[in-house]
């Protein structure tokens, strides 16, 4: 009996694997995507973007700008801010203050080169960026060819340096703590994050269907985490399948609520953005936001269903005459401790993403009745609402096919 369960659940294994690469084979080919992607004319941190129609005078000490219709070409490089001297403006000038910045360019074409810009403080706290002697920004370039010059704005600042230690550190924590464990985590990370932007996302670019592709990513995820972290035993097995089930039956969930309340999958400004990309991919926008709830879904559904499969597999070696019921019953209890705190988890995690929007609501005492009819309100109630019902229904299923892989 027990050796016939393990070969079912070696088959459903195979099943899914296969189901997941043929969701996913056309897509595999990202360089050939990538390579595609650029010859119709992706936009890079170097790009031909227009032409100047008009006269610009420059300021004194700036880099002259091209007269008229000069084609130049745009830069994103770093820069650090070697001096600032400020001036305040007449009233009439509608601006609060004026930095003359004198920068030297870090990196890229122009790199060891000073230059001088000027930037504006126009009292919108959304938009100025205002420096100081030895920051680092981010700066725009634009080159023109023909006459070898070139115009410098500060963009933005540079943040990625205090990223990359933060991620760092998040490094160390995993290795210190986990060991081996740690180590494995890190490479399941890795797998997930180059399947996420060297498959999923060139095959979305390329116009592929959202859900299927992004159902196939799920599944190859799940695969390959759980037999990374826990091997080739029978709570991977159990897991795998439950946690496919599980994203599945949220994806479904989503999908069918997500059309029967009309959400269009344009709630947000980015996905407005798509419709003027220069590949010209022609999205479906409601197939993009279920691609996105099932990914948000994912890592949750895939915590509860190890977690369970786990503490049914650790009661079992500690006591191995205990029945299914009891089993079972087990893998309820940790399920149902669980379902409180991560169904918490995933409501909390969309609705911090919006606090900004429901102060607005609060600020201008909107009704309750026009906040939930609104489209991006709504979608991300079914979005959280979704994911939720698919982790709950994973503690059961978990359960069930965790006890039935043990054969008692």
Known sequence: MRKNLKFKSYRTIGILMMIALFLTFPFGMSSVWAESVSDEGAVSDTETIGNISEEVQPEEGMTEVPEVDEDFITHSEKARVLSVVERTPDPEEQITLEQTVQLEILTGKFKGQITETINVLSGNSIYELPVSEGDKVMVHIEEYPDSGDYVVYVSD????????????????????????????????????????????????????SPI??????????????????????????????????????????????????????????????????????????????????????????????????????????????????????????VGKDIMGTMSNTLILAYTGSSIPLLLIFMAYDTPLARIINLDLIATEIVRSLAGTIGLVLTIPITAVIAVGMKGK
């Not at 159990?238 to 946690?243: L, M, Q």
Request: charged share 10%; proline share 2%; hydrophobic share 55%.
């Open 157 to 208: 600042y540079v943040r990625d340096t205090y990223i990359y230690w933060l991620a760092g550190f998040f490094l160390l924590c995993v290795l210190a703590i986990g060991r081996m464990q740690g180590l494995k985590t890190i490479v399941t990370l890795v797998i997930t994050m180059t399947l996420v932007y060297k498959v999923l996302l060139p095959a979305l670019l390329a116009g592929y």
């Open 212 to 333: 299927l592709i992004t159902v196939g990513i799920a599944v190859v995820i799940n695969i390959v985490t759980y037999l990374v972290i826990s091997g080739f035993q029978r709570k991977s097995y159990a897991a795998i399948i439950e946690a496919s089930l599980g994203v599945i039956i949220a994806g479904v969930l989503a999908y069918t609520v997500g059309s029967m309340v009309r959400l269009t999958g344009l709630s947000g400004e980015e996905a407005g953005m798509l419709l003027y990309i220069p590949q010209g991919t022609v999205f479906n926008f409601k197939e993009l936001m279920f691609s996105g709830i099932l990914l948000g879904a994912l890592g949750a559904v895939m915590d509860v269903a190890m977690s369970i499969s786990s503490a049914i597999d650790e009661v079992h070696r500690a006591n191995p005459l205990l029945k299914s019921k009891q089993l079972f019953a087990a893998g309820m209890t």
